[in-house]
């Protein structure tokens, strides 16, 4: 009625929209603060009797009605809860436990909302878009600590199978279930840096002293390993079309690609690359447990992983498909025709492109060979023709995953957008803030909420989340749970 009748006077008839506009948001928050504040009234303090048993045997027969202050987010609203207490032990109070209140001020709904601005951006940015959206200002060391603590269920979510069953069913009829990892550095903290980098930082001295100068970074980073796991269906091509989809001088028509399906990424800083890959052949056997599919790893050459790759597939007696990544092979080729060409020169373009063509039918021992003796032919110096040499190294070390030929007979994925894409979402776009230097903690928070929002489970997440909070703050501090239904079905009508 007071805003009503406010909207009605002088004053505010002569406001333009925009002042309206605030007033209603402004005002209209204070309502709803006290529409929950009168609500939490009328369900009473939580009187459940004359004596609570805790989970401790001990029973509670001191009675008293005691006040808390919840943030809301409408804003600060004060709560009575009756409160059981014997002498020397904790007290319990039925009404937060019905209420799922958690152990600090912040309700979940705030929580959540500064979980999910602080995945977006930096905490300075998510403080003001939660002050804005709600009036509530959350100081930032309490909103880098509420971050922390709001992605502290993620295993446990994934773990226990919590996503959405129903998507997952129908992705799971596509024919290929693909497995792709990556590595990115983050800037750390000193004292969060792993020991040996930590001790070569600790032997340079910064040029400047707000930023990281030109490869001071090296020493400054800890790598975050970002895995995939998605299914897509096949998509049979010809060497022919993949490589007119790179050469510009050969246009090809438009085709319409599979979209991967019931896509899963997730980034780990705090965890060892091998735990990763654990994970990932975890999620993959849930989707296919019965290895009815066709499982196809999409790799960039890194020895050690897949050194690792093979171990679990072996561990796991899983038939795994190991594809060399087209975008890598052709990253090498530009770099090798440097050697022969100019950077930007149509000639360059046309030594790529033919030696793809080559490597995409199958024949990438040859023109490792091939580029090697058109260099020695040449005279290249030694230390010019390195690039030359390295690219033949790399075709050569990975000629195993290099059937390209075989692969798209198939119908499978050869190119990691999937997992670049990934790269660049949950690290570069948020962790890579010029000026930011992150903890381990905090980074691996953000990776998490992150992660969930790429694979569209955060919702999802929140709920196992809240029910979690539940059960560590509530449910297990009473030796009869079922008290609290007392509350749950006796409210007021």
């Known amino acids: 009625?007071?805003?009503?009748?406010?909207?009605?006077?002088?004053?505010?008839?002569?406001?333009?929209?925009?002042?309206?506009?605030?007033?209603?948001?402004?005002?209209?928050?204070?309502?709803?603060?006290?529409?929950?504040?009168?609500?939490?009234?009328?369900?009473?303090?939580?009187?459940?009797?004359?004596?609570?048993?805790?989970?401790?045997?001990?029973?509670?027969?001191?009675?008293?009605?005691?006040?808390?202050?919840?943030?809301?987010?409408?804003?600060?609203?004060?709560?009575?809860?009756?409160?059981?207490?014997s002498p020397g032990e904790e007290s319990l109070f039925p009404k937060d436990a019905?209420?799922?209140?958690?152990?600090?001020?912040?309700?979940?709904?705030?929580?959540k909302l500064v979980a999910l601005e602080a995945s977006r951006g930096s905490f300075e940015d998510a403080i003001e878009s939660v002050e804005r959206a709600t009036g509530v200002k959350v100081p930032k060391r309490q909103a880098q600590q509420l971050t922390e603590k709001a992605a502290m269920d993620f295993d446990g979510f994934y773990n226990d199978g919590s996503t959405s069953e129903q998507a997952k069913a129908a992705a799971n009829a596509l024919?290929?279930?693909?497995?792709?990892?990556?590595?990115?550095?983050?800037?750390?903290?000193?004292?969060?840096?792993?020991?040996?980098?930590?001790?070569?930082?600790?032997?340079?001295?910064?040029?400047?002293?707000?930023?990281?100068?030109?490869?001071?970074?090296?020493?400054?980073?800890?790598m975050a390993t970002v895995a995939s796991v998605y299914s897509i269906d096949t998509f049979v091509r010809t060497p022919e079309q993949i490589a007119g989809e790179f050469s510009p001088a050969k246009p090809v028509e438009p085709v319409r690609?599979?979209?991967?399906?019931?896509?899963?990424?997730?980034?780990?800083?705090?965890?060892?690359?091998?735990?990763?890959?654990?994970?990932?052949?975890?999620?993959?056997?849930?989707?296919?447990?019965?290895?009815?599919?066709?499982?196809?790893?999409?790799?960039?050459?890194?020895?050690?992983?897949?050194?690792?790759?093979?171990?679990?597939?072996?561990?796991?007696?899983?038939?795994?498909?190991?594809v060399l990544d087209i975008i890598h092979v052709i990253e090498y080729l530009w770099k090798a025709s440097r050697v022969f060409h100019e950077e930007t020169s149509t000639e360059a373009e046309k030594w790529v492109s033919h030696r793809l063509l080559e490597i995409l039918r199958g024949r990438a021992s040859h023109i490792a060979a091939g580029m090697r003796r058109s260099a020695t032919l040449q005279g290249v110096k030694k230390t010019d023709r390195k690039p030359v040499d390295i690219c033949a190294g790399y075709l050569?070390?990975?000629?195993?995953?290099?059937?390209?030929?075989?692969?798209?007979?198939?119908?499978?994925?050869?190119?990691?957008?999937?997992?670049?894409?990934?790269?660049?979402h949950l690290i570069k776009d948020r962790m890579d803030v010029t000026g930011a230097r992150w903890t381990l903690q905090g980074a691996?928070?953000?990776?998490?909420?992150?992660?969930?929002?790429?694979?569209?489970?955060?919702?999802?997440?929140?709920?196992?989340?809240?029910?979690?909070?539940?059960?560590?703050?509530?449910?297990?501090?009473?030796?009869?749970?079922?008290?609290?239904?007392?509350l749950r079905l006796n409210l007021p009508q």
Request: aromatic letters at 6%; proline letters at 4%; hydrophobic letters at 35%.
């Open 1 to 85: 009625m007071e805003l009503t009748g406010r909207l009605q006077s002088h004053q505010v008839q002569c406001m333009k929209l925009s002042e309206l506009e605030e007033l209603i948001a402004t005002e209209g928050r204070e309502l709803l603060r006290r529409l929950l504040e009168d609500h939490l009234k009328v369900r009473g303090p939580g009187d459940v009797g004359e004596s609570v048993l805790g989970r401790d045997d001990i029973e509670r027969t001191y009675k008293k009605l005691r006040e808390k202050s919840i943030t809301s987010i409408f804003g600060k609203v004060e709560m009575e809860r009756m409160g059981y207490g």
């Open 396 to 424: 050569l070390r990975n000629k195993a995953y290099l059937h390209y030929d075989r692969y798209l007979k198939q119908g499978f994925p050869i190119a990691t957008g999937v997992i670049e894409g990934a790269c660049r």
């Open 98 to 111: 019905v209420l799922n209140l958690s152990e600090d001020s912040y309700s979940h709904g705030v929580r």
């Open 444 to 486: 691996e928070a953000v990776l998490k909420l992150r992660s969930l929002k790429s694979s569209g489970d955060f919702n999802a997440y929140w709920e196992y989340h809240e029910a979690q909070e539940f059960a560590r703050n509530h449910g297990p501090r009473y030796a009869k749970p079922s008290i609290l239904n007392k």
């Open 175 to 222: 024919p290929i279930l693909a497995l792709s990892m990556d590595g990115k550095g983050i800037v750390m903290r000193r004292e969060d840096l792993k020991e040996a980098t930590r001790e070569k930082a600790e032997q340079t001295s910064p040029k400047l002293k707000k930023r990281l100068s030109k490869g001071e970074k090296r020493n400054a980073k800890r």
């Open 257 to 322: 690609r599979p979209k991967p399906a019931a896509k899963r990424v997730w980034a780990s800083i705090e965890k060892e690359p091998e735990d990763v890959i654990k994970e990932i052949f975890k999620e993959a056997l849930r989707r296919d447990p019965q290895l009815k599919r066709k499982w196809v790893c999409l790799v960039d050459g890194n020895r050690k992983q897949l050194i690792k790759l093979k171990s679990a597939a072996k561990r796991h007696k899983v038939a795994v498909t190991l």
